[in-house]
């Protein structure tokens, strides 16, 4: 295979595979021989904000002159995008190396173990990426985890440096449970005897989940929280805050986030007293600046295009830090903003439509449809829809068609109109494909 075939021959995965029991995981990690764990591995869990906070503490462990591998998912464009090493994606022939050698891995295990056995697209992905870092041997592996954390194939790793849990919020209840404790309880699976936890504290019963399993664990457990913040400027384009922090010494900076989005005030925190922990003191002021200058995740709060901004929301909890982010200046505008959005079957498309069209003020409205087989209904997400917003809704199946259609909506480059893609990774991977693909030149240098 070259690699855009071994690329569509992981998608069909799950046309072919079963779930596998985490302890059948675990017992193929140990015979690939546990690749990776040379290296100081961070663990992250979390429902928002994971990739963010990876994002902020590959950076500042990059900046202060350490290699770094960073696994994440789901990828926007290019499975290459889930493991990179100092910011480089694996090539392509790279990857198709390691795909070459996994799969012969899997068959020799499929003959002297475990017959049925074959890797989840999830699985897949992770122990080709294990590999990868394994051969590279980066100083630090920041693993987020794909679902959950207990029984996430990213929870094999044994060896860890670091934990950290970023916000809990309702998502993916058919595996996490259906309270805040019981999706917590899953997170907190990530968590070893004397590997030191940091994780943002915002509901006591979540906090009292997760205090819990660290003492049950052996681990000592870093509360991070809005306790910390000082002050906070929200402007069109870029968050200006303050913070003081407490543990283990009194620390105190000023940022100045170039990105629209509060949340990553949140995770930023997480990173720094992250690097803190690992590093053993505090960054200085010209580091933090450097930081938040380089680091780049894409689809959370990005202008795509002038005037165009992609998000990856894609539960209630997401949706709501979105209008608090955007609400703020957009409500107070003259010309009102356009939305596109989809979102797949097993979301909570309700609440989601609710807090989004409750809480701002569009002119239009385009739905569109995203990820195959998980699709929602589009006529079903257009009747909700209805109950919120009673202006201009168009229902377009093909996500190239909806996107130029919003487009077209906004109006002509200059337009004081905002154009917010929102609802679904799927869907923000697939417009920023669609950009690419034409070429638009439309992105600010």
């Known amino acids: ?35 990776g764990e040379k290296s100081r591995i961070v663990h992250v869990a979390g429902t928002n904000g994971k990739g963010s906070t990876c994002a902020y503490l590959e950076s500042f462990l990059l900046n202060a002159g350490h290699s770094v591998g960073l696994f994440t998912s789901p990828h926007l464009i290019t499975m290459r995008e889930r493991m990179r090493v100092d910011r480089e994606d694996v090539s392509e022939e790279e990857f198709l190396s390691d795909f070459n050698l996994l799969s012969e891995f899997v068959n020799k295990y499929r003959e002297d173990v475990l017959s049925d056995y074959y890797p989840t697209f999830f699985e897949w992905l992770f122990f080709q990426a294990m590999l990868y870092f394994d051969r590279h041997a980066p100083e630090y592996i920041i693993l987020e985890t794909g679902l959950g954390g207990a029984l996430d194939t990213t929870n094999v790793v044994e060896q860890k440096e670091l934990t950290l849990i970023t916000g809990i919020a309702y998502d993916h209840m058919e595996y996490l449970g259906n309270t805040l404790p019981e999706i917590a309880g899953q997170k907190a699976g990530i968590l070893r005897k004397n590997v030191p936890l940091i994780y943002w504290s915002e509901v006591p019963e979540v906090d009292e989940v997760i205090e819990n399993t660290a003492k049950k664990v052996g681990c000592y457990a870093i509360p991070i929280s809005d306790e910390y913040l000082r002050s906070q400027s929200l402007c069109e384009k870029h968050i200006d805050f303050s913070v003081s922090f407490s543990y283990p010494n009194r620390y105190d900076c000023r940022v100045m986030l170039p990105v629209r989005a509060a949340y990553q005030i949140q995770n930023l925190m997480m990173a720094l007293e992250g690097y803190e922990i690992l590093a053993g003191h505090w960054p200085s002021q010209e580091d933090i600046d450097r930081v938040v200058e380089e680091t780049h995740w894409p689809c959370r709060m990005e202008e795509i295009l002038p005037g165009v901004w992609a998000d990856g929301a894609h539960n209630p909890d997401g949706i709501r830090a979105f209008v608090e982010s955007v609400a703020p200046v957009e409500n107070g505008r003259k010309d009102k ?58 229902m377009i199946p093909d996500v190239t068609e909806a996107f130029l259609t919003a487009l077209s909506l906004r109006g002509p480059e200059g337009s004081s109109r905002s154009l917010y893609v929102v609802g679904s990774l799927y869907l923000v991977g697939e417009v920023r494909r669609i950009v690419h693909s034409r070429a638009m030149d439309w992105k600010k240098e």
Do not use: H
Request: proline fraction near 2%; charge should be negative; glycine fraction near 10%.
């Open 1 to 35: 295979m070259d690699y855009k075939q071994a690329e569509e021959w992981i998608l069909e995965i799950p046309k072919f595979t079963k779930k596998n029991g985490f302890s059948v995981s675990c017992d193929f990690y140990e015979y690939l021989g546990r690749p």
């Open 337 to 394: 903003s356009i939305l596109l959005f989809a979102v797949v079957k097993d979301k909570d498309y309700e609440e989601m439509l609710s807090e989004l069209l409750g809480g701002m003020d569009f002119e239009a409205v385009v739905l569109t449809t995203v990820g195959g087989y998980r699709a929602a209904d589009l006529a079903g997400i257009g009747k909700i829809a209805g109950r919120y917003f009673r202006g201009d809704i168009r």
